[in-house]
T-cell receptor, first 113, second 108 residues
């Protein structure tokens, strides 16, 4: 597609349930990033993929968070046993290679009730 | 570490006034990028600076990279209501790390 596509765009889930967020990067982009942005806050780095490998997972907040990427394309971010503090926008971004301009998707708005 | 500090956190200006946001690092930066996020939107790339002392302009926006490559600034001349949003600087080490952002509000 023309841009980074994320789904779902909005998700309301009950505390304790698992959620899966999907990101389709721009075709040909080898680098893929996940960020979290709480309401009115900055961008919190979660994880970075180069190809299918994640050289930097340092931002994942806890072991409830995991991410994978396959085919050097689609990535999924999974949050297990969601908590209310997980409520945020989860932004995916991709770039041609690491260090280049990154292009963000519209984000997945997650609300845990 | 890899943090970049941005000031101010928030600025409210009268339309037509100028606005500046600053980005500072304790370590030398290989490059600095600037992004704008409109309310309810996602960050959009504005520019990348790489060279020491570099100055780039985009219409009313002027971006500077310090001589020591430890700081950068974004200056908007004669703000308009369309400039409203949050401006982020970001540094690339082995990953892209964002500053906390400066929220700009413009009174018309």
């Amino acid at each position: 597609g023309a841009g980074v596509s994320q789904s779902p765009s909005n998700k309301v889930t009950e505390k304790g349930k698992d959620v899966e967020l999907r990101c389709d990067p721009i075709s040909g982009h080898t680098a893929l990033y996940w960020y979290r942005q709480r309401l009115g806050q900055g961008l919190e780095f979660l994880i970075y993929f180069q190809g299918n490998s994640a050289p930097d997972k340092s931002g994942l907040p806890s072991d409830r968070f995991s991410a994978e990427r396959t085919g050097e394309s689609v990535s999924t971010l999974t949050i297990q046993r969601t908590q209310q503090e997980d409520s945020a926008v989860y932004l995916c971004a991709s770039s041609l290679t690491g260090g280049n301009t990154i292009y963000f998707g519209e984000g997945s708005w997650l609300t845990v009730v | 570490g890899q943090q970049v500090m941005q000031i101010p956190q928030y600025q409210h200006v009268q339309e037509g006034e100028d606005f500046t946001t600053y980005c500072n690092s304790s370590t030398t930066l290989s490059n600095i990028q600037w992004y704008k996020q409109r309310p309810g939107g996602h960050p959009v790339f504005l520019i990348q600076l790489v060279k020491s002392g570099e100055v780039k302009k985009q219409k009313r926006l002027t971006f500077q990279f310090g001589e020591a490559k430890k700081n950068s600034s974004l200056h908007i001349t004669a703000t308009q209501t369309t400039d409203v949003g949050t401006y982020f600087c970001a540094r690339y080490g082995n990953k892209l790390v964002f500053g906390a952002g400066t929220i700009l509000r413009v009174k018309s």
